[in-house]
C-alpha cells in the first residue's frame, strides 16, 4: 500500500442539504413522486455546479479546475471544496477570487429558493480536504457538518467565527466589489461552543442583485406563506417563522421603502 501526500493546505469548504428532503423520499408511493425528489436534487447540484448536472458537463468541468472547485453529490447532500492556489489566481488575487468563489454559493442558495422553491441548510468551514480513491478525508467537512446538522437550525448556510475571520484575512488585496466582506454575512444570534455563530445573507445580496426587488420580496414571502401553512409538525413551522423574520427584518435593512411586503407574524 502506497500511502499518499496529503495536502494540508486550507480550502474552503461547505456542506449543503435539502430541507425536508428525507421526508419527501419517505413519503413518496408512486415513480411520479420519487421522479421529483429527483428533479430536486439534479436542481440543486446544478445550481452549485457539480460538472455532470449541467447543460455543458465538459465545459462546466474545465470551469471548476480553473476556480479550484470541487463538487461532489451525496444522496440529498452536496459538497462544494475551493482551493485558493488554483489558475484563475493568475489572473485574480485572493480578495477577488475568495470573494467571487463566496458569492457563488449564496447566488445558488438564492436561485434554489426563489427560482425553484428550495430552502437549504448548511455549514460553511475551512481547512484541509483530501478526497481520492474512495478516500475522504477533511477536517473542514466535520466542522461543516457539525454547523449543519446541530447548528443550523434555520434553513440558512452557517459559518463560525474562526471561519468568518479566516475568509476576511485570507481575501488579501484589492477588490472590485468592496464591502463584500460584511455584506455576505449576517449573525445568526446563536452560539457554539461560546462564540457567535453567522450565516450567508442569501436574500440580501438577492435584493442587491435584483433591478425588481418587490418581484424579490413577493416570491420570497409567497414561499414562506405556503411552506408554513402546509407544515405537519412544530420543527417545521419554527423554520418558517424564522424565515419569516429573517424576510421581515432584510426589507427593513436593505429596502425599507418596501415594508408593504412584509409577511404578517400572526
Known amino acids: 500500500m502506497c500511502r499518499p501526500r496529503l495536502d494540508m493546505d486550507n480550502q474552503i469548504f461547505a456542506f449543503i442539504d435539502i430541507l425536508g428532503f428525507g421526508r419527501q423520499v419517505m ?41 479550484g472547485k470541487f463538487v461532489m453529490a451525496l444522496s440529498d447532500a452536496v459538497l462544494i471544496a475551493i482551493n485558493v492556489r488554483c489558475e484563475a489566481r ?60 446541530k447548528h443550523a437550525d434555520a434553513p440558512v448556510i452557517a459559518l463560525s467565527r474562526a471561519t468568518l475571520e479566516w475568509i476576511r484575512t485570507t481575501a488579501a488585496g484589492t477588490t472590485g466589489v468592496p464591502g463584500w466582506k460584511e455584506a455576505f454575512f449576517q449573525s445568526l444570534n446563536k452560539q457554539r461552543d461560546g462564540q ?48 419569516i423574520n429573517y424576510h421581515n427584518t432584510s426589507i427593513t435593512r436593505v429596502c425599507p421603502n418596501l415594508a408593504h411586503h412584509a409577511i404578517a407574524t400572526t
Open 196 to 243: 457567535p455563530l453567522y450565516f450567508l445573507d442569501y436574500l440580501r445580496v438577492a435584493l442587491t442583485d435584483d433591478e425588481d426587488q418587490e418581484a424579490v420580496l413577493r416570491s420570497h414571502a409567497r414561499l414562506i406563506t405556503a411552506g408554513r401553512t402546509t407544515a405537519t409538525d412544530d420543527s417545521v413551522r419554527r423554520k418558517y417563522t424564522w424565515l
Open 90 to 149: 493568475q489572473t485574480l488575487n485572493a480578495n477577488d477570487h475568495i470573494g467571487w468563489s463566496i458569492y457563488e454559493l449564496i447566488q445558488a442558495q438564492y436561485d434554489c429558493v426563489l427560482a425553484d422553491g428550495i430552502f437549504l441548510r448548511g455549514g460553511l468551514s475551512f481547512g484541509p480536504f483530501h478526497f481520492a480513491n474512495d478516500i475522504l478525508l477533511s477536517p473542514a467537512l466535520v466542522d461543516a457538518h457539525d454547523l449543519e446538522s
Open 27 to 67: 413519503a413518496a408511493k408512486d415513480e411520479a413522486s420519487l421522479l421529483q425528489a429527483w428533479d430536486k436534487l439534479h436542481r440543486v447540484q446544478e445550481a452549485f455546479q457539480k460538472a455532470s448536472a449541467t447543460e455543458d458537463p465538459p465545459e462546466q468541468a474545465q470551469v471548476n479546475q480553473r476556480y
